[in-house]
């Protein structure tokens, strides 16, 4: 145990600025999301572009990906969340059967598609693991983007196989960033259900 706390703070000591300017963005995206705060886009936008960089060096190229996809995702989540001219902001709220099928779609058929991807194009040591965790962050931040109480569920299995493989892959701010994303995102499912009650309430008083 001992020496593995050992190899964690050397790895730590090693990481760069730019590692750590990407976690700082990431940690502040998330509290932001958190409190259902627009203001979780521009600091994704900005831990994503950054973090296309390492997983290329690290050599976890479907992260990379992700980390691509996040970008895209959250300019398109940073307009659905505005509020547009004589309509209403987006709503918290669960997600419908065909939102399902769409998280669903993206979870599987983009882990299959992200494998062959891998094993094809790509010398990847981990193509399994790395699509997996891919495809589900996928699928959760699809929800995030529509504002779904269930993206906190998602997105908590895809931090749930990306802790270990981050540690693996030598990146272990990324990993214990990670955890503390796993733990936040319990929190923010509970906050977004209060949300979502507290709409529910507004409702009906109107």
């Known amino acids: 145990m001992h ?38 886009y521009p600091a ?36 659905i969340w505005s509020r547009r001219k004589n309509e209403p902001p987006l709503q918290v709220a669960y997600a419908s059967k065909q939102e399902w099928l769409m998280t ?8 299959i598609a992200i494998y062959w991807i891998l094993i094809t194009f790509t010398p990847s040591t981990v193509p399994i693991m790395d699509a997996w965790v891919t495809s ?10 529509r504002r779904r109480i269930e993206n906190w569920v998602i997105l ?24 503390f994303l796993f733990v936040i995102a319990i929190f923010g499912f509970f906050d977004w259900q209060k949300v979502y009650r507290k709409q529910q309430l507004q409702t009906l008083v109107h």
């Open 3 to 40: 020496q593995w706390l050992e190899l964690l703070a050397e790895q730590i000591r090693q990481t760069t600025l730019i590692e750590w300017l990407a976690v700082i963005l990431g940690v502040a995206e998330v509290l932001l999301a958190r409190k259902n705060n627009i203001l979780l």
């Open 44 to 79: 994704g936008i900005g831990g994503s572009a950054i973090s296309i960089i390492l997983f290329i060096k690290a050599g976890l190229f479907a992260d990379a990906g992700l980390s691509f996809y996040y970008v895209i995702v959250s300019v398109y989540g940073w307009i």
């Open 104 to 111: 669903l779609l993206i979870a599987f058929g983009g882990g």
């Open 136 to 145: 589900s962050a996928w699928a959760g931040t699809w929800l995030l983007a």
């Open 156 to 179: 908590n299995v895809s931090n749930l196989f990306a802790i270990p493989l981050l540690f693996y892959k030598h990146l272990p701010l990324f990993a214990l960033l990670t955890l």
